[in-house]
T-cell receptor
Framework: DAKTTQPPSMDCAEGRAANLPCNHS???????VYWYRQIHSQGPQYIIH???NNETNEMASLIITEDRKSSTLILPHATLRDTAVYYC??????????FGKGMKLTVNP | DTAVSQTPKYLVTQMGNDKSIKCEQN?????MYWYKQDSKKFLKIMFS???????INETVPNRFSPKSPDKAHLNLHINSLELGDSAVYFC???????????FGEGSWLTVV
């Protein structure tokens, strides 16, 4: 599975959009981009995933560049409860997910 | 109702002991997993079962033995516990390959 790179941390003001970047320059054509998050002391929570097209659900939007070498997870209106470690993962299949260090998002009041 | 539940949530035990962590999912999923999150916070898959059959075993020591009595349960038994086994163990489930994985709340194992 391709390696992903995320900044270690990021801050965001409550109510603003949070744009979480991820680089996956070695991603192959049939690898999906998955986003999960882990709120302190809880199990990882699925957010969204995509292959080529942008995706949106009730939690977030996923923007994948045309060359698929990077993506951005967008939380449209961040709340304090969105403070968590966010994982961007490139994988062929969801059951082979390998979680890296992720990125700590802190939403400030 | 908790979708994926695991017990115990916290477990402190001595080296050399044998312990089990139980997991149950009420989502009707066919596939269940065990993940381990170590002190550096890396989360890695250990095992995956589909309809009670082992499909993924990621080079885990054979002291770790998963057991699936039915597709709603996947228990993790650990023999001869070592200090390095201290970690958070997450159970998870999904409908199958390529589907969203739902995680439990984790079991904090501390070996002293």
């Amino acid at each position: 599975d391709a390696k992903t790179t995320q900044p270690p941390s990021m801050d965001c003001a409550e109510g603003r959009a949070a744009n979480l970047p991820c680089n996956h320059s070695t991603i192959s054509g049939n690898e999906y981009v998955y986003w999960y998050r882990q709120i302190h002391s809880q199990g990882p929570q699925y957010i969204i995933h995509g292959l080529k097209n942008n995706e949106t659900n009730e939690m977030a939007s996923l923007i994948i560049t045309e060359d698929r070498k990077s993506s951005t997870l967008i939380l449209p209106h961040a709340t304090l409860r969105d403070t968590a470690v966010y994982y961007c993962i490139a994988a062929f299949r969801s059951e082979k997910l390998v979680f890296g260090k992720g990125m700590k998002l802190t939403v400030n009041p | 109702d908790t979708a994926v539940s695991q017990t115990p949530k916290y477990l402190v035990t001595q080296m050399g002991n044998d312990k089990s962590i139980k997991c149950e999912q009420n989502l009707g999923h066919d596939t269940m997993y065990w993940y381990k999150q170590d002190s550096k916070k890396f989360l890695k898959i250990m095992f995956s079962y589909n309809n009670k059959e082992l499909i993924i075993n990621e080079t885990v020591p054979n002291r770790f033995s998963p057991k699936s009595p039915d597709k709603a349960h996947l228990n993790l038994h650990i023999n001869s516990l070592e200090l390095g086994d201290s970690a958070v163990y997450f159970c998870a489930s999904s409908q199958g390959a390529g589907y969203t994985i739902y995680f439990g709340e984790g079991s904090w194992l501390t070996v002293v």
